[in-house]
């Protein structure tokens, strides 16, 4: 079967629909609005007719093209492609505005294939036991792990932790809005029909980063000189082995989290690569670096993104559980063909299962080749004016709102948070704490519900639970370094400011 299953992708067939994959995904996840989500499930129709392996193999080329594509404007223009590129812009976009653009995608790109090579070993070797423990993630546990990262938002806080945990409420209230989960009692939605679902992710996402970034680049247009973003120059992939080598342990810790993060559903790649860029920064030396543009916080957003692909894959092989949207797609692919994943899919249809391992892995390689030979196209994005390439990122924009649910409501719901981003920096409210917020806070509220509603009101088992304890623990301890070190932080600078 291994034979079988790897010998159906090494051929020109196989290889040649991987190739599309790859680019129709790179593109999708390059443009803002459009997703690895959307690109499978446009592509889905097209594999009725093909052979099972070769209708994988072109999802997969989407999936993996979709994610790494993201890092391309989170870079280049500061607008995450996807969600799962939002931790890329906070040190990607600084470092192209040092003249650095090359390099920052270079970094980007190798430690995508890096994160996701390494997420896909996880997944051919120890995937079946890996799925066991997830799976005894409940309620509690998930409960644990959200409050767990809500106390992260200290680390995206910048200089006050005041005004990162107001932005970080802020997004928790917005995603308060709509239907609740557990009793669908409808709340804040002042008879708004459209905002009985709440509002999407992504036309939140799009609006915070791109539309905020529009209107401030608007009112400064004046002010914007034609060297602005210098020169570049690039040589292989722009870093020197002492650089590769300073980067390996935020390697590996990053492709833990983002494994991690992909095995556990409904949290996904837009969750992992924050939690990353934290702990990069937490345990960094220098964190007063980060946010300045080094490569540092590339290498954790980029490696933790893309290592939740072979993470979320693990559910879905081996229990039949899609571990996100674009696993959900793919779970609807196998099914289409007669395939129910599940613990019986290695043993019944192994030549697929080994296909599709096989097809990750040339798939991670055609999105280095390209994006490696696409890179000093890429950054001559930045030598187009503004005023010329502002208002087609503005129009793909709406674009990519409206064709997510088919909806005018999505594309006002862009300019209500790009306006909202707008204020907010105007104030010095840092945005990432409202994704954080928006993100988490339904998956706390969630279990924390169903966590009530199976213990009859008794809240001691989320404290009992080994597992849900020890997160709830780490959160406490956690938050706890984060107002002493800020706290610390306020007193030296008081100190300096008085000593000038």
């Given at each position: 079967m291994f034979i079988a299953g790897f010998g159906a992708i090494f051929t020109v067939k196989a290889i040649i629909l991987i190739a599309v994959g790859v680019a129709v995904g790179i593109i999708f996840g390059a443009i803002p609005g459009l997703t690895a989500t959307m690109a499978v499930a446009l592509c889905l129709p097209i594999t009725f007719g093909m052979e099972p392996v070769h209708g994988m193999a072109l999802l997969i080329g989407l999936y993996i093209g979709g994610v790494s594509g993201g890092l391309i404007s989170a870079i280049l223009l500061k607008i995450p492609g996807t969600p799962s590129s939002i931790a890329t812009c906070f040190d990607g976009h600084p470092m192209a505005a040092k003249g650095e653009a090359g390099?920052?995608?270079?970094?980007?790109?190798?430690?995508?294939?890096?994160?996701?090579?390494?997420?896909?070993?996880?997944?051919f070797f120890i995937a079946p036991p890996l799925a066991e423990v997830a799976l005894k993630f409940g309620p509690?546990?998930?409960?644990?792990?959200?409050?767990?990262?809500?106390?992260?938002?200290?680390?995206?806080?910048?200089?006050?932790?005041?005004k990162g945990l107001a932005s970080g409420m802020i997004?928790?209230?917005?995603?308060?809005?709509?239907?609740?989960?557990?009793?669908?009692?409808?709340?804040?939605?002042?008879?708004?029909?459209?905002?009985?679902?709440?509002?999407?992710?992504?036309p939140a996402l799009i609006g915070l980063f791109a539309i905020s970034e529009i209107l401030n680049t608007a009112e400064n247009s004046a002010?914007?000189?034609?060297?602005?973003?210098?020169?570049?120059?690039?040589?292989?992939?722009?870093?020197t082995m002492a650089e590769f080598k300073s980067q390996i342990l935020n390697f590996i810790r990053s492709s833990i989290i983002g494994t991690g993060i992909g095995i556990l559903p409904g949290i996904g790649g837009g969750t992992s690569?924050?939690?990353?860029?934290?702990?990069?920064?937490?345990?960094?030396?220098?964190?007063?670096?980060?946010?300045?543009?080094?490569?540092?916080?590339?290498?954790?957003s980029e490696a933790a993104n893309n290592a939740t692909i072979g993470g979320a894959l693990v559910p879905l092989l081996t229990l039949g559980i899609p571990g996100d949207t674009v696993t959900a797609m793919l779970l609807g692919?196998?099914?289409?063909?007669?395939?129910?994943?599940?613990?019986?899919?290695?043993?019944?249809?192994?030549?697929?299962?080994?296909?599709?391992?096989a097809a990750l892995i040339v798939a991670n390689i055609v999105m280095l080749i390209m994006e490696f030979f696409g890179l000093r196209l890429f950054?001559?994005?930045?030598?187009?004016?503004?005023?010329?390439?502002?208002?087609?990122?503005?129009?793909?924009?709406?674009?990519?709102?409206?064709?997510?649910?088919?909806?005018?409501?999505?594309?006002?719901t862009i300019l209500f948070f790009g306006i909202l981003g707008y204020v907010l920096e105007k104030f010095k409210?840092?945005?990432?704490?409202?994704i954080l917020g928006f993100i988490l806070g339904p998956i706390a509220e969630t279990n924390l519900r169903r966590g009530l509603m199976y213990t009859n009101g008794d809240f001691l088992p989320f404290l009992t639970k080994p597992i849900a304890g020890a997160f709830l623990a780490i959160a406490v301890f956690s938050a706890v370094m984060s107002v002493r070190s800020n706290l610390k932080n306020a007193k030296k600078a008081k100190e300096s400011a008085a000593a000038a």
């Open positions: 390099k920052a995608l270079g970094v980007g790109i190798f430690f995508s294939f890096l994160g996701g090579l390494f997420s896909f070993f996880i997944l509690f546990e998930y409960f644990a792990i959200a409050i767990f990262s809500l106390t992260m938002i200290a680390s995206l806080a910048g200089n006050s932790l005041a997004g928790m209230a917005l995603a308060l809005i709509g239907t609740a989960p557990i009793d669908a009692y409808p709340r804040f939605t002042f008879g708004i029909s459209e905002l009985d679902a709440g509002f999407d992710l992504l002010n914007i000189k034609k060297d602005e973003i210098r020169d570049y120059s690039i040589r292989g992939f722009g870093f690569n924050i939690l990353a860029y934290l702990a990069a920064k937490n345990q960094s030396k220098h964190p007063e670096k980060f946010g300045t543009g080094i490569i540092d916080g590339i290498v954790a692919g196998l099914m289409i063909h007669g395939i129910t994943p599940g613990p019986l899919l290695f043993r019944d249809s192994g030549d697929i299962v080994y296909g599709i391992f950054v001559r994005l930045l030598s187009i004016p503004k005023h010329i390439l502002l208002p087609i990122i503005l129009a793909l924009c709406v674009v990519g709102a409206f064709g997510l649910n088919n909806r005018v409501f999505d594309v006002w409210y840092p945005s990432a704490p409202i």
